[in-house]
C-alpha cells in the first residue's frame, strides 16, 4: 500500500532509514555475552514474507534479521523493515524486482522474490520500506517487547532499576505527559508499520521506583493483574501500589489525553 508523502511522513522516514536500527542487527548471542538485552523484533529464519496470508511470496529474510511488526491476523502478521542501499532505479520505480538483494544498515538480510513494491520511500537516504505477512513461528518470540517484560515481571522484575535492561534495549524515553505528581513515566513508540505517526507503544508508570502500571496497545501475558480497556484501543495494566481512586484517576486522565491527540 503506498502512503501519500506528506512533510511529517518524510521527516519519519529519514530518521528510520538512519536510526531505527542502530545497534540492532547485533545477534542475541552477541548481546547476551554482556548484561544488554536483545529486544526489538527478529526473524526466525529464513523466513519467507508474503503478500497475504498464505499467499505469493515477495522475499525472504535472514535469520535475526531486526524488523517492525503489525498487528497479529490469526497466526500471521504483517512485517516490515526500512531496506536500504537502494539503487537510483528502484528508487525511481519505486520498486525491487525479483532476485535482488536486500540490506538492512548496510548488511545484507534477504533477497526479493517477486516484485516488491516500496510503502515509501527516501532518496537521500537510499532507502524504502517494504512490508508484507509472515507466520507469527517465524519471529523469535524472546525478541518481542511484550513477551520480554511479561517474563521479567513474572520473575518479579518490577523496580525500575531492574527494568533498566529491558528499557535500555528499546530505547524508552521520559514521558511527561502524565499529570499524576508522584507518577514517573517512560515509552516507546508504536511501529511505523502499524501507523506512520505513532503514539506509544508501552508506557512504563513507576511510584516511588516501584511499577505500578503498564499502558499498551499490545497483548501482554499479564492476565492474573487488573486491566482495563482505555480510548485509543489501549489497555491500562495495574501491577500495584495504586489504589482504587488513583486507578480511576489514571483512566479518565489518558482517555483525556488520548481523545486530545490529533
Known amino acids: 500500500m503506498k502512503l501519500s508523502i506528506t512533510i511529517s511522513i518524510l521527516l519519519l522516514c529519514l530518521i528510520s532509514c538512519t536510526n531505527s536500527n542502530k545497534n540492532d542487527q547485533k545477534s542475541p548471542e552477541e548481546k547476551s555475552r554482556g548484561q544488554e538485552m536483545i529486544l526489538g523484533e527478529r526473524i526466525n529464519g529464513p523466513a519467507n514474507i508474503r503478500a497475504t496470508a498464505n499467499g505469493r511470496l515477495l522475499f525472504s529474510l535472514n535469520h535475526e534479521t531486526r524488523i517492525q511488526t503489525g ?4 497466526k500471521w502478521l504483517e512485517v516490515g523493515l526500512f531496506a536500504d ?3 537510483e532505479e528502484q528508487l525511481e520505480n519505486f520498486r525491487i524486482l525479483p532476485n535482488e538483494r536486500l540490506f538492512l544498515d548496510g548488511i545484507e538480510v534477504g533477497k526479493s522474490l517477486d516484485t ?3 510503502w515509501m520511500t527516501n532518496d537521500d537516504e537510499k532507502c524504502g520500506f517494504i512490508a508484507g505477512m509472515t507466520h507469527e513461528q517465524n519471529i523469535i ?3 518481542v517487547p511484550e513477551v520480554a517484560l511479561a517474563e521479567m515481571i513474572h520473575n518479579g522484575q518490577r523496580t525500575i532499576n531492574e527494568l533498566k535492561p529491558f528499557m535500555n534495549a528499546l530505547d524508552f524515553e521520559p514521558d511527561n505527559s502524565w499529570h499524576k505528581n508522584d507518577i514517573e513515566a517512560y515509552f516507546i513508540y508504536e511501529e511505523f508499520i502499524v501507523d506512520p505517526s505513532p503514539m ?3 508506557s512504563l508508570l513507576f ?3 516501584e511499577l505500578a502500571a503498564i499502558k499498551h496497545s499490545r ?4 492476565n492474573e493483574f487488573e486491566s482495563h480497556k482505555i480510548d485509543g484501543g489501549f489497555t491500562l495494566t495495574i501491577i500495584g501500589g495504586l489504589d482504587e481512586n488513583e486507578v480511576k484517576e ?4 489518558r482517555n483525556h489525553f488520548v481523545n486530545s491527540v490529533d
Open 207 to 209: 511510584k516511588n521506583d
Open 71 to 74: 498487528m497479529k491476523e490469526g
Open 116 to 118: 516488491v513494491e516500496f
Open 141 to 143: 518470540q524472546s525478541t
Open 200 to 202: 506509544d507503544r508501552i
Open 219 to 222: 497483548p501482554i501475558s499479564l
Open 85 to 87: 542501499n537502494l539503487t
Open 250 to 253: 489514571l483512566i479518565k486522565e
